[in-house]
């Protein structure tokens, strides 16, 4: 008999002493992730305009899949033919495959939620899917990802009906039993439980309670940056965070804009994912510190400055603002050089901070980043006050 092996290992590495930041060393099958990380992801098992050796070239470490897109095309039979979506799209580091419940808030429209789990039409041909706790997990054991998330009942971050978000929390949980009882690969993928309850304490403590009692390698906190004002996401992040296992990854959902990311790190979080990089960058947007440069404006056609002289990525390095005007939005090469850059960025600043964590001065460049972005000082309340809860006072010298 063969050493058990660990589907994941998690160590924090250094803490921030005035905020909840750490860094850490997640240890994967496929590869060891520097925490805190960001995720790019690649829906349909390719990122946007990247090529996979690219993202390698860029320091992705980990990148997402959707599960409820695979399992519909190329399907469970391909993926286990091709030995798991790893080999199937030449993808040698690690994998996270969403459960396909954000289906349900996203194909609403199409989508029929009970006990038993989601009918969808699909939007490709129109066939109905029954998507169960079970069913997702077993597309997910084929797709093979490091890191597989339980099916959640999942309802759009601005509902109001208390009587479903608690029926979708409680139910999240139920169907948090059934995927565990269906994962028939627990040393090889790690299931993470998804924190919900909306923007209810009450709710998410409870989500988060019942959650932490489970032999489970981490923890998502799900249900937000759906369309809530920033002043009620950013408790309900503080909340997760203080209550999850600190000995264990903390992953935040769907959440990728740099403020985000460095608020949501100070209050404690470990890894993130968006689409927002490679999607804002189909719409002609280079992110940048000071937020992101439109290039479709007339103003940078004759610009010929990179679109950040202080970013080394192969866009950076060779074109120019004027150039990528020219062709964006117009030609599929400009999107390409574009996310290049945005994802470049955000491995940027996901590398600063773990560099300012470990060597004591996160809370510098906290203040160092925020007055780039508001230089005005004109901070919107949510970051005050969400700094100011993790002991940063941005108006102090």
């Known amino acids: 008999m063969g050493a058990k092996t660990v589907a994941l290992s998690f160590k924090v590495h250094s803490e921030c002493t005035v905020t909840r930041a750490r860094t850490g060393l997640m240890k994967l099958p496929h590869y060891e992730v520097q925490t805190p990380v960001f995720m790019p992801v690649g829906t349909q098992g390719t990122m946007k305009g990247l090529l996979p050796d690219q993202l390698e070239n860029l320091d992705c470490e980990i990148i997402l899949g959707n599960t409820y897109h ?34 349900m808030v996203s194909l609403l429209k199409l989508a029929e939620i009970t006990e038993e789990g989601v009918k969808f039409k699909s939007p490709y041909d129109g066939s109905e899917i029954m998507l169960t706790p079970e069913k997702s997990i077993e597309i997910q054991n084929s797709i093979g990802a490091d890191i597989i998330m339980q099916l959640d009942d999942v309802v759009q971050t601005t509902f109001q009906d208390y009587d479903r978000i608690k029926e979708a929390t409680e139910r999240t949980s139920r169907w948090l039993d059934r995927c565990i009882a269906a994962h028939t690969r627990p040393t090889e993928q790690s299931i993470f439980p998804i924190v919900q309850g909306l923007l209810s304490h009450e709710l998410r403590e409870q989500s988060a309670r019942e959650h932490v009692k489970k032999n489970v390698n981490g923890f998502a906190i799900g249900g937000l940056s759906g369309g809530e004002a920033k002043d009620d996401f950013w408790p309900m992040v503080s909340l997760g965070t203080s209550l999850l296992d600190r000995n264990k990854p903390r992953y935040l959902m769907g959440v990728g804009l740099a403020i985000d990311l460095v608020i949501c790190v100070a209050l404690g979080v470990d890894m993130f994912d968006c689409v927002y990089p490679t999607r804002t960058a189909r719409f002609g947007c280079a992110l940048v510190n000071k937020g992101q440069l439109n290039l479709k404006h007339r103003q940078y056609e004759a610009d010929l400055n990179p679109i950040d002289k202080d970013c080394d990525c192969s866009t950076c390095k060779n074109y120019t603002r004027a150039y990528l005007h020219c062709i964006v939005s117009v030609e599929t090469v400009g999107c390409h050089l574009i996310s290049v850059h945005n994802i470049a960025f955000q491995m940027r600043l996901m590398k600063a901070m773990r560099d300012n964590i470990k060597m004591g ?24 006050n969400s700094l100011h809860s993790v002991g940063i006072d941005l108006n102090e010298e």
Not at 70 to 85: C, D, S, T, Y
């Open 70 to 103: 695979l399992g519909n095309r190329p399907g469970i039979e391909v993926l286990q033919k091709a030995g798991g979506l790893h080999k199937f799209m030449g993808w040698n580091r690690a994998l996270l495959t969403d459960s396909g419940g954000f289906q």
């Open 361 to 384: 001065t996160f809370p510098t460049f906290v203040k160092n980043f925020v007055n780039e972005l508001y230089p005005n000082c004109n901070y919107p309340t949510w970051v005050v």
